[in-house]
Structures are given as structure tokens and as C-alpha cells.
């Protein structure tokens, strides 16, 4: 019984320490055990710029979002400020000689040649 654990024993020795990357079988395989770690190097740049991605998206979102409320205030603000009374009022404030004008704007029409 004393084999089985002594055998686990060298085993976990060898991996920890790395010794079994020298052995003869291991050698041949270091081009393929290289590939593998490229490959995980890629797959780990790869998923850092995805969250950075991710992480810009949500940020530029979230300032749409403010552009967006302050463009429908600016809106509003300038529908209520460009109503013919506030002008009037402006217009007076500044002592302008502007008034309302009572007649109805004409209408011109033009006749078509038959």
C-alpha cells in the first residue's frame, strides 16, 4: 500500500517542480505545449480588450443619455423663449420700436397661365 503513495508522491514532485518537462517523451511534444501557451496569451489580450470595449460602451451610453436630456431642455427652454408674447415682452424690455402688427398677412397668388 505504501507504493501507490510513494508513486503520487514523485509524481506531484515532478510536476511541481518541473521536471517533467525534460523528460525524452515531453521533449517532443515542447513545440505543440509552446503553441498552446501563444494561443493562451492571444485568448487572454483578446478578452481584456473585449472588457475595455465593453466597459466604453457603457460609459459612452451613459453620456448619450445626459446629451440627450440636456438637448430636449435646450429644446424646451427655446420653444417657451421664442413664444410671440415672451418676444413681445423682450422687445419692449429693450425699449425697441416694435409692435404687433393687428392686419392679417396677405396672401399672394399667382395665375396660372391656361
Known sequence: MTEPKQNTGNRLSTLL??????????LQQWPFILFLCVLAL??????????RKVHRIARLRTDMKELHSQFIDTRSR????????????????????????ELPPLIIKKQEDE
Open 42 to 51: 492571444i485568448m487572454t489580450a483578446s478578452s481584456h480588450s473585449a472588457e
Open 78 to 101: 427655446l420653444m417657451s423663449e421664442s413664444m410671440e408674447t415672451k418676444v413681445l415682452a423682450r422687445v419692449e424690455e429693450a425699449g425697441l420700436p416694435l409692435r404687433k402688427s
Open 17 to 26: 517542480t518541473g521536471r517533467f518537462l525534460v523528460n525524452p517523451k515531453v
